[in-house]
């Protein structure tokens, strides 16, 4: 079955700090690999994306993140936090297209200044 | 880039009555838009799979009828809550992924039933 799993609900990280996301992956096909941050009341912005190639993938406002096929994950990192990072981060596996979108649960970045 | 643009942000209705929600491909043609709701604290959940020019295609347990979907254009699909009660008061988002790309999402509509 197709899934994606964010093993954390929440994290706290000190401004300046390093972090990285976590998030593994169950996609019987080559996955399509995302990561979307989602700011209070708003909707879903596209930090990055991993269709092939190049396994470390960078992403916008400093994101980046690493497909590991034999560990099915996609781990989104970010070497120093802002305070302006603070919110809900959504990773997803599927087809491209998004009629086969899978979404995990989220994980919910708070910073301390 | 891609930008999917939602409308309204946010809409208050009073029980009973029906919301329209529009989501357009500002710089690209979609045959295939995407709608989800989103629950506070909950990751979104897909309701339906708008289709140009055809019936929308709906996930299970979602009722066709209250969620009303038309798809008219390459660049248009609107959502419709129809006699709207409060428990369907909830996030509701569409995305579209241009050819061969990423989805990308609208901005979101709140909706508030009363």
């Known amino acids: 079955a197709q899934s994606v799993t964010q093993p954390d609900i929440h994290i706290t990280v000190s401004e300046g700090a390093s972090l990285e996301l976590r998030c593994n992956y169950s996609?019987?096909?080559?996955?399509?690999l995302f990561w979307y941050v989602q700011s209070p009341g708003q909707g879903l912005q596209l930090l990055l994306k991993y269709f092939s190639g190049d396994t470390l993938v960078q992403g916008i406002k400093g994101f980046e993140a690493e497909f590991k096929r034999s560990q099915s994950s996609f781990n989104l990192r970010k070497p120093s936090v802002h305070w302006s990072d603070a919110a809900e981060y959504f990773c997803?596996?599927?087809?491209?297209?998004?009629?086969?979108?899978?979404f995990g649960t989220g994980t919910s970045l708070t910073v301390i200044p | 880039g891609a930008v999917v643009s939602q409308h309204p942000s946010w809409v208050i209705c009073k029980s009973g009555t029906s919301v329209k929600i529009e989501c357009r491909s500002l710089?690209?043609?979609?045959?295939?838009m995407f709608w989800y709701r989103q629950f506070p604290k909950q990751s979104l959940m897909l309701m339906a799979t708008s289709n140009e020019g055809s019936k929308a295609t709906y996930e299970q347990g979602v009722e066709k009828d209250k969620f009303l979907i038309n798809h008219a254009s390459l660049t248009l699909s609107t959502l419709t809550v129809t006699s709207a009660h409060p428990e369907d008061s909830s996030f509701y988002i569409c995305?579209?992924?241009?050819?061969?790309?990423?989805?990308?999402f609208g901005n979101g509509t709140r909706l508030t039933v009363t």
């Open positions: 997803a596996v599927g087809a491209s297209t998004g009629n086969q979108f899978y």
């Open positions: 996609y019987g096909a080559t996955p399509y």
């Open positions: 710089d690209f043609q979609a045959t295939t």
């Open positions: 995305s579209a992924a241009p050819q061969g790309g990423a989805l990308h």
